[in-house]
């Protein structure tokens, strides 16, 4: 593509903007628009989602004085965010995962000792 082709398809780009203005502000806001912050990747936005997950998580546990045990785990958007909680139920010590999903923020939370060893497993 040569200069002259690159000129007429921007200017048929812009055409319609009939303010010279806007026409020259178009392209500067092209260039500058991945400087701006992305919302969902910023710290603060991070950290709000973290809070929300424990919190969540720790109320659907339904467990007394429960707390996180160990780092929050992030998967893809489909799976959510993960974590272990750990807390009592009648007089013993449990442990649960939370798994909270993003997109619907629903929580699903299942005890660590109700799953399927895997060294009983039939080989």
């Given at each position: 593509?040569?200069?002259?082709?690159?000129?007429?398809?921007?200017?048929?780009?812009?055409?319609?903007?009939?303010?010279?203005?806007?026409?020259?502000?178009?392209?500067?806001?092209?260039?500058?628009?991945?400087?701006?912050?992305?919302?969902a990747s910023a710290?603060?936005?991070?950290?709000?989602?973290?809070?929300?997950?424990?919190?969540?998580?720790?109320?659907?546990?339904?467990?007394?004085?429960?707390?996180?045990?160990?780092?929050?785990?992030?998967?893809?958007?489909?799976?959510?965010?993960?974590?272990?909680?750990?807390?009592?139920?009648?007089?013993?010590?449990?442990?649960?995962?939370?798994?909270?999903?993003?997109?619907?923020?629903?929580?699903?939370?299942?005890?660590?000792?109700?799953?399927?060893?895997?060294?009983k497993l039939?080989?």
């Amino acid at each position: 593509m040569d200069a002259q082709s690159t000129t007429l398809s921007s200017s048929r780009m812009f055409s319609g903007f009939k303010e010279p203005a806007m026409r020259r502000l178009l392209p500067l806001l092209f260039v500058l628009s991945p400087l701006a912050p992305a919302k969902a990747s910023a710290p603060d936005a991070w950290n709000a989602h973290y809070r929300v997950v424990v919190e969540r998580c720790l109320a659907a546990s339904k467990l007394d004085k429960p707390r996180p045990d160990g780092h929050l785990m992030l998967f893809s958007d489909e799976v959510g965010t993960a974590l272990l909680v750990r807390g009592r139920a009648k007089k013993n010590d449990v442990r649960m995962l939370c798994i909270f999903r993003r997109g619907s923020e629903t929580v699903e939370i299942q005890r660590v000792d109700d799953g399927v060893d895997p060294s009983k497993l039939r080989r």
